[in-house]
C-alpha cells in the first residue's frame, strides 16, 4: 500500500522560504517519477513541480524560479525548496506521482503566505 507523508508548511511571510518534504512508502521509489500538487481554496488541485527518476524537472511558469523540486532515493523523500513566496502560493500541498494517475492522496501539507 502507498503511503505519502508530506511535511514542513507552515505560516511565512511574503518573500518568506519553505521547504516541504514528502516521504514515501509502498512504492519503488528510485524508478518512479514524483510531483509536488497544490490545492488552494475553492480552485482545483494542480501540479506544479515534477521529477522523473533521472533527475529531470518540470515547472508551471508561476514558479519558475522560485520553487526547486529534487529527491533523495536513498531515503524514498521528495521536496520541494519554495523562495519569493507570494501570497498565491497559499494552498494545501501534496505530493504524488505526475502521470498514470494519482495513487492515493496524503494529507498534506498547508502552506500560507501572509503578512
Known amino acids: 500500500q502507498v503511503q505519502l507523508v508530506e511535511s514542513g508548511g507552515g505560516l511565512v511571510q511574503p518573500g518568506g522560504s519553505l521547504r516541504l518534504s514528502c516521504a514515501c512508502s509502498g512504492i519503488i521509489f528510485s524508478i518512479n517519477a514524483m510531483g509536488w500538487y497544490r490545492q488552494a481554496p475553492g480552485k482545483q488541485r494542480e501540479l506544479v513541480a515534477s521529477i522523473t527518476s533521472g533527475g529531470r524537472t518540470n515547472y508551471i511558469d508561476s514558479v519558475k524560479g522560485r520553487f526547486t523540486i529534487s529527491r533523495d532515493n536513498a531515503k524514498n523523500t521528495v521536496y520541494l525548496q519554495m523562495n519569493s513566496l507570494k501570497p498565491e502560493d497559499t494552498a494545501v500541498y501534496y505530493c504524488?506521482?505526475?502521470?498514470?494517475?494519482?495513487w492515493g492522496w496524503g494529507q498534506g501539507t498547508q502552506v500560507t503566505v501572509s503578512s
Open positions: 504524488n506521482r505526475p502521470t498514470l494517475g494519482p
